[in-house]
């Protein structure tokens, strides 16, 4: 090591006495801060660990900004994704809502007139109330916005459009409702009467939401667009 030591500090004087040489020979400025400038560099030897550090904190600030920028970019992605998914899961629950006020109405009318067909009444009418609260809570979740699947939260476009055009379905939906509400509360019963009239009223609304709810899916998907 001692003898590496004295290699260097003798190569450092001899590249000093090289410039020093140059400069005594050639007056020119530029010669003279040339010498300069490799004096203090030859002469300071903390400069390099000074500048080795200094190089280190930059390269770690130039790290951690392009993470940061990674993530801010991740967290942007995940959430248009997720705006994506649930535009379509609110398309896909907006038509199924005319699928259901379908199928209500058909057990509506066996429930109205089980001799139509004896053997499937029963079967129709054992799921008939979760598909009125189905209908229902869907209605209400397009609406106003705020609509759950498996107890998580989606997000629902709700524009003056749409608010516009759910205020038109209101009234045939209401209808539909109480229709079908009647037609539950008198098959718990064993009653029948009324039926007649409250798959009227049903039947009387059932054709304007479905064609209402029609263009209300089609104005969630042309908003995704």
């Not at 904190?57 to 992605?77: E, K, N, W």
């Not at 109205?112 to 799921?127: E, I, Q």
Request: glycine share 4%.
């Amino acid at each position: 090591m001692a003898d590496l030591e004295r290699i260097r500090a003798k190569s450092e004087g001899s590249n000093l006495l090289f410039c020093t040489s140059v400069a005594e020979s050639d007056d020119s400025p530029v010669t003279s801060e040339a010498v300069g400038l490799f004096r203090k560099l030859t002469m300071n030897p903390t400069l390099d660990a000074q500048v080795s550090r200094r190089l280190t904190r930059y390269y770690i600030l130039a790290l951690t900004a392009v993470a940061l920028l990674t993530l801010a970019g991740q967290a942007v992605i995940q959430y248009s994704l997720g705006d994506v998914l649930d535009d379509a899961r609110v398309i896909n629950i907006a038509g199924r809502q005319r699928m259901l006020s379908q199928q209500l109405t058909k057990r509506a009318i066996l429930l109205s007139h089980p001799d139509v067909y004896p053997p499937g009444t029963n079967t129709y009418a054992r799921d008939f109330d979760a598909l009125l609260n189905l209908w229902k809570t869907c209605h209400d979740g397009l609406k106003n916005g705020r609509l759950r699947q498996e107890n998580q939260p989606m997000h629902v476009r709700v524009s003056p459009t749409t608010t516009a055009m759910f205020r038109q379905l209101d009234p045939h939906f209401t209808a539909m409702f109480g229709g079908f509400q009647r037609l539950a509360q008198n098959r718990r019963r064993n009653q029948t009467a009324g039926n007649d009239a409250a798959l009227r009223q049903v039947l009387a609304h059932e054709r304007e939401f479905l064609r209402l709810m029609d263009a209300i899916v089609f104005e969630y998907d042309r908003q995704t667009k």
